[in-house]
């Protein structure tokens, strides 16, 4: 089991940013898959940013496209997810999980929660109008 713990969370205002952090206890830049989820309350959790073992082919949801990018700091096993222009419709609690999906898996990431085994215990952002 890879352990994660999530830091970087916080209350800010709209058009603010903040950088969410994910230390993993082991390597995932070999094979696995990194999501950072997101949940509101009363809302299905959803996943937003994804990177795959190789770092290339990143996913991010719609809503967030343009405004949120994910980076992988393998010195530091950690992944990060920038958010910029946030807004109130981002306020959730983020988490971050890791699916194993093989060596050097260079395809997109799932989304799909069932996929991932591994999770942090999450970060709450708050962004006020």
């Known amino acids: 089991q890879v352990q994660l713990v999530e830091s970087g969370g916080g209350s800010v205002q709209a058009g603010g940013s903040l950088r969410l952090s994910c230390v993993a206890s082991e390597r995932t830049d070999i094979s696995y898959c990194v999501n950072w989820f997101r949940q509101a309350p009363g809302q299905e959790r959803e996943g937003v940013a994804a990177?795959?073992?190789?770092?290339?082919?990143?996913f991010f949801t719609d809503s967030v496209k343009d405004r949120y990018s994910i980076s992988r700091d393998n010195s530091r096993n950690a992944v990060y997810l920038q958010m910029n222009s946030l807004s109130p419709e981002d306020t959730a609690m983020y988490y971050c999980a890791a699916a194993y999906v093989g060596w050097q898996y260079d395809g997109t990431c799932s989304s799909r929660l069932s996929e991932y085994s591994n999770w942090g215990q999450g970060t709450q952002v708050t962004v006020s109008s």
């Open positions: 990177i795959p073992p190789s770092g290339i082919s990143t």
